[in-house]
């Protein structure tokens, strides 16, 4: 009888939320590869958008298509909510609503005013030349009906908000972060109920609609006043303004985008459900720690999410908390990559004082 002997391996994933200076292994071993799982924005943990930080890594799953297990998709639920009237109002009914019920052409509902995006500070200003109804926190000038505000940042998927939202024609959907393929809900809940998303975020989300006529980009207008009188235009305009709705109104509607179809049809069943990707990547590691060696390395590309730009001037915006959260995370990518190197131990406390003397003097 002949026993084989297998050889284990191990690999050491972390969750990006999670993922703390002074809870990592003791030592970084080329033998031992470290995965990188994180669906969210830098601003929870800025150290991860740094080179030296993602070199650490072999495998990754993130938000961009870059990665080995690619999170870019994780909360559009599938093709069929898109092509869906569940929600559906028509243009007509809309127009009524606008005037019945003194509705505002454009939806925004946040409640977390401080962003790396820097979003408030352009609705502000939109809000000047087109009416806006502000249901959040952030810049707050309309209330919700009682049965949707408590605990609404609960039910934003629930079936009575998703109707709410199908009311008005324009969605203002603005990321907290600008990351290349960072799309969130934000972007497919209007899509999926049939309001326009007026978008800020991801420069490649235009890469994920349905159609090159989805949704309505930020960057495309000079300025917010720019961009309201084109919506002013657009909303008096049923037959241009249901161009945009063409995977509503068109019966047998075939999704155009091949990209967008071609990974919704290859995922999962179900596996737009957040834990599912967990178990993929765990199994896609696993089956990858015992395959042949191959020489991989994790850059930028794998969570690209350039200092925070001021939305107004599409400038880097050094007043913006954010922009010197985002170079203080290039100090401690310095200094992790350094102790790993040279197998040092770290105490958070002389990490931090050692940062900020980085910081100080320019050497991040």
């Given amino acids: 009888m002949t026993i084989e002997l297998i050889k284990i391996k191990i690999s050491f994933l972390f969750y990006g939320s999670s993922f703390q200076i002074d809870d990592l292994p003791k030592w970084k071993s080329d033998k031992i590869p470290w995965g990188l799982l994180h669906e ?86 939109l809000m000047k030349y087109i009416r806006v109804d502000s249901y959040g926190t952030c810049l707050n000038n309309a209330q919700l009906d009682k049965r949707l505000k408590e605990n609404y940042l609960e039910i934003l998927n629930n079936e009575d908000f998703l109707s709410f939202i199908a009311n008005y024609k324009f969605t203002i959907a603005f990321e907290n972060a600008v990351c290349d393929d960072y799309i969130t809900e934000k972007l497919w809940r209007p899509l999926i109920v049939g309001s326009i998303p007026i978008y800020y975020g991801s420069p490649s989300f235009k890469d994920w609609l349905p159609n090159n006529m989805s949704a309505i980009s930020v960057l495309d207008f000079k300025d917010p006043a720019n961009l309201a009188n084109f919506l002013h235009n657009l909303s008096n305009n049923e037959i241009e303004y249901n161009k945009y709705l063409s995977h509503k109104l068109i019966d047998n509607y075939e999704i155009e985008n091949e990209r967008l179809k071609e990974v919704l049809e290859r995922r999962k069943e179900s596996s737009n459900e957040f834990g599912n990707y967990v178990e993929e990547f765990e199994c896609f590691v696993c089956t990858s720690i015992y395959q042949p060696k191959k020489s991989k390395t994790v850059d930028e590309k794998h969570y690209n999410c350039p200092l925070p730009k001021n939305p107004l001037t599409n400038e880097i915006d050094h007043s913006n908390w954010w922009t010197n959260q985002w170079i203080l995370g290039k100090c401690s990518a310095t200094l992790l990559s350094y102790h790993l190197q040279n197998n040092l131990t770290i105490n958070k406390e002389n990490f931090e004082k050692d940062k900020m003397k980085l910081y100080d003097t320019n050497e991040c």
């Fill in 40 to 125: 969210e924005s830098p601003r929870n943990n800025p150290i991860l958008l740094q080179q030296k930080t993602l070199n650490l890594f072999t495998y990754t799953s993130t938000f961009s298509r870059f990665s080995d297990v690619p999170l870019t998709l994780v909360d559009l639920p599938g093709i069929t909510e898109l092509l869906s009237k569940k929600y559906f109002i028509s243009t007509k009914e809309k127009t009524k609503l606008l005037r019945e019920r003194n509705l505002a052409p454009l939806l925004y509902i946040q409640s977390d005013c401080d962003t790396a995006s820097n979003r408030d500070i352009y609705v502000a200003e």
